[in-house]
C-alpha cells in the first residue's frame, strides 16, 4: 500500500468507526469497539481498498492524529475520539488545564459568538492544549480563528472535561461567556 493509499484508507477507516459502521456491514459495540477482522473484511468486500492487517496496523501507527486504538491481543479497534454514533469510549474525567484552545474557520466566528461551542454532529468538543495545534485545525475549515477556552473556569463551574488516549480535551459544550476569540 502506498503513503496515499494508506492515507486515504485511513479517511475510510475513520468514516467507519467514527460515523458509519454500517458503510462495511459491521457494527460498534457501546464501548466504539469494532471487529478487526470484520473490519478489513468489509473494507475489502466494499471494494474501495485490499486491506490486509499489516495494513490496519501500519496505518494506526502511523496517524499522525492517533486516531485509533488496538485492544490488547489487536482483535478490536476504535477510534479513540471524534464519533457522531452513541458510543462511550470510556473517556477519563480530568480536571483540565485554566486554558484551552478551539480552532475553527472564520465562517463559523458569528455562530460561536452567539452560542458558544456545540458539537453538531459530534459528541463532544475538540479542544487543544495549544494555539498552534488549534490554528491548524482551524485552517481545515478557511481562514483559521482560535479561540481561547477559559477551561479552569468552567470547571470549577461544574462542568465535565474529559481527555482522549490521544491528548484531545473534550467537553459536552462551551458557553460563550467562557470564550476570547484571538483571531488568526
Do not use: C
Amino acid at each position: 500500500m502506498t503513503d496515499h493509499e494508506r492515507i486515504s484508507a485511513g479517511k475510510f477507516i475513520a468514516l467507519i468507526l467514527q460515523h458509519h459502521p454500517e458503510t462495511v456491514g459491521i457494527s460498534l459495540d457501546h464501548h466504539g469497539w469494532a471487529d478487526v477482522s470484520a473490519l478489513i473484511d468489509g473494507i475489502n468486500h466494499s471494494g474501495k481498498y485490499h486491506l490486509t492487517m499489516d495494513d490496519l496496523e501500519e496505518i494506526v501507527r502511523r496517524d499522525n492524529k492517533q486516531r485509533y486504538a488496538f485492544n490488547e491481543d489487536r482483535t478490536k479497534i476504535r477510534a479513540n475520539q471524534g464519533h457522531s454514533v452513541p458510543v462511550d469510549v470510556e473517556l477519563e474525567t480530568r480536571t483540565p488545564p485554566e486554558i484551552l484552545y478551539h480552532g475553527t474557520g472564520e465562517k463559523y466566528v458569528a455562530s460561536i459568538d452567539e452560542m458558544g461551542l456545540v458539537p453538531k454532529s459530534r459528541l463532544y468538543v475538540h479542544l487543544s492544549q495549544d494555539i498552534l495545534t488549534a490554528k491548524k485545525v482551524g485552517s481545515r475549515h478557511g481562514k483559521p480563528i482560535v479561540y481561547e477556552v477559559h477551561a479552569g473556569q468552567m470547571s470549577r463551574d461544574g462542568y465535565e472535561y474529559f481527555i482522549s488516549v490521544n491528548g484531545v480535551w473534550l467537553t459536552k459544550a462551551v458557553p460563550v461567556k467562557y470564550l476570547t476569540r484571538l483571531g488568526a
